[in-house]
């Protein structure tokens, strides 16, 4: 097959570094991906590869400058993610995600995607069954995840969602506790309680817990079950031991959909236990149908310290 070489020109000087990245790390990895050779240089963008894959890759190249802003530069993360998402359909408009109203919560609230980052792992969800979310607090990871459960849902496409985490606190050993099993997790659990109220209300969401449409439950309590037509979140999955992930992987039955969300470096297990989570991304990286999705602090969306206060432990834990 000939090779041919295009030259694509960007319009702004600023856009154009963001996108190629510091030492054009990015258009590296864009390369690599599309396993094409590219080189950037001032505002243009040297393309060759073979000619049968030339309009593809020149829409997504298209693409990806109309989605990089003079604001920040794209980190290598989000254009490796962006670039195998337009890989497999390059006529997804990550665009229009911005504007597309996801759900509209009961005080008619419309939620939307706020960051690149929140565009693409929402695409992830509708378009895998098993989907990791890896990133820091504030990013939506859990929130987005239920909003999506609730959406699938409302649209008959599973007939319930199931919300778990670990209970590291209590050792997942919640015996000793007094109360009955609700008022014992409850307190772990929360956070999942809090995202349902405010998606549905608290009138739908206890109605919908008492017919057991939603579920919400520690983890230790998904052993020996198998769970069809559901849509299971599992939420700070860091906190999860090899063995408890692998567990709740092979609870996932037919129709349904998966999205396990976490942050590797709020890790409360004991020393000597190994995170599922961290280790996960080893074990599943090559198996096709599972996305593995990481947001940063870039993707934060509560108060603006918030981004600030990751950088500087990030800084502070890297020695720098």
């Known amino acids: 097959m000939s090779q041919k070489e295009i030259e694509i020109e960007i319009n702004d000087y600023q856009i154009a570094q963001n996108l190629f990245g510091h030492n054009d790390r990015n258009l590296k990895i864009i390369a690599e991906v599309l396993a094409v050779e590219i080189s950037g240089r001032g505002n243009k963008i040297k393309i060759k590869t073979n ?79 098993i989907v990791f979310s890896i990133g820091p607090a504030g990013t939506g990871k859990t929130y987005l995840a239920m909003v999506m459960a609730v959406k699938s849902l409302l649209n008959n496409e599973v007939n319930r969602i199931v919300l778990t985490r670990p209970a590291i606190e209590a050792g997942e050993n919640l015996g000793f506790l007094p109360g009955d099993m609700q008022e014992k997790v409850d307190p772990y659990l929360r956070p999942l309680y809090d995202a349902i109220y405010d998606i549905l209300g608290p009138e739908k969401s206890k109605l919908y817990q008492e017919k057991d449409i939603i579920e919400v439950a520690p983890l230790a309590y998904m052993r020996g079950r198998t769970l069809d037509d559901s ?87 890297s020695g720098s």
């Open 51 to 129: 000619e049968n894959k030339i309009i593809k890759v020149k829409k997504i190249i298209k693409k990806l400058i109309s989605l990089t802003t003079k604001k920040e530069e794209f980190s290598p993360k989000q254009i490796k993610y962006a670039v195998e998402l337009l890989k497999r359909n390059p006529a997804v408009d990550l665009n229009k995600i911005y504007k597309e109203v996801i759900l509209e919560n009961y005080k008619g609230r419309k939620i939307k995607a706020k960051t690149m980052g929140q565009k693409i792992y929402l695409e992830s969800i509708k378009h895998r069954d």
């Open 231 to 317: 849509f299971v979140i599992l939420d700070e999955a860091q906190n999860t031991t090899l063995e408890q992930m692998k567990m709740f992987l092979t609870r996932i039955g037919f129709k349904s959909k998966a999205v396990i969300t976490g942050d590797i470096t709020q890790i409360d297990l004991p020393t000597k236990k190994n995170s599922g989570l961290a280790t996960v991304q080893n074990i599943l990286k090559d198996i096709k149908g599972i996305d593995f999705v990481y947001l940063s602090r870039q993707d934060v969306v509560r108060h603006d310290l918030v981004k600030e206060i990751i950088k500087a432990y990030e800084s502070y834990e």
